[in-house]
């Protein structure tokens, strides 16, 4: 037997329940998915996974000695290279600095430098952050755990 919900009627009802929620307790679930987002994020990339679980485009193959060889975005891979923000109303994560720059160009498939002489470079798109199949079940998860729970209801 297979059961049928209408998406709309489902997140109507999610979203009256977390509205019923202290601002403490949606902060913290916030943080939560924040985290756990950005963990997944970060072992996805490391296995040069898109957020969809396809496989990123390979390189191309270099011909000059000392070219890199191994899996892309080794730093960018990185937990600490990965910000995450949250508050009682959202959850986000990203990158910074120079790696901002870096993950934008492989997001959307732009001109890159690649050295000091300027020589540009067009990368493939090579989607680094997005929504998911696992990154929607840990927002769900995170949600209806807090909602079994049911203590952290506003006064």
Sequence with gaps: MQFSVDDNLLNDELNTSIKNLSSSNRRKIAKEIAFRTRANRSDQIKKNVDPDGKAFEKR???KRKGAKRGRMFKKLGA???MLAKYNPSEAM???RGKNLGIA????E???GTVNKQGLKVRYPERRLMGI???EREIVRDAIITALANGTHLKD
């Design 132 to 134: 998911g199949r696992v």
């Design 104 to 107: 934008k160009i492989h997001q």
């Design 109 to 111: 498939g732009g001109l």
């Design 93 to 95: 994560i990203g990158f």
């Design 60 to 62: 191309k193959p270099q």
């Design 79 to 81: 937990r600490r290279s």
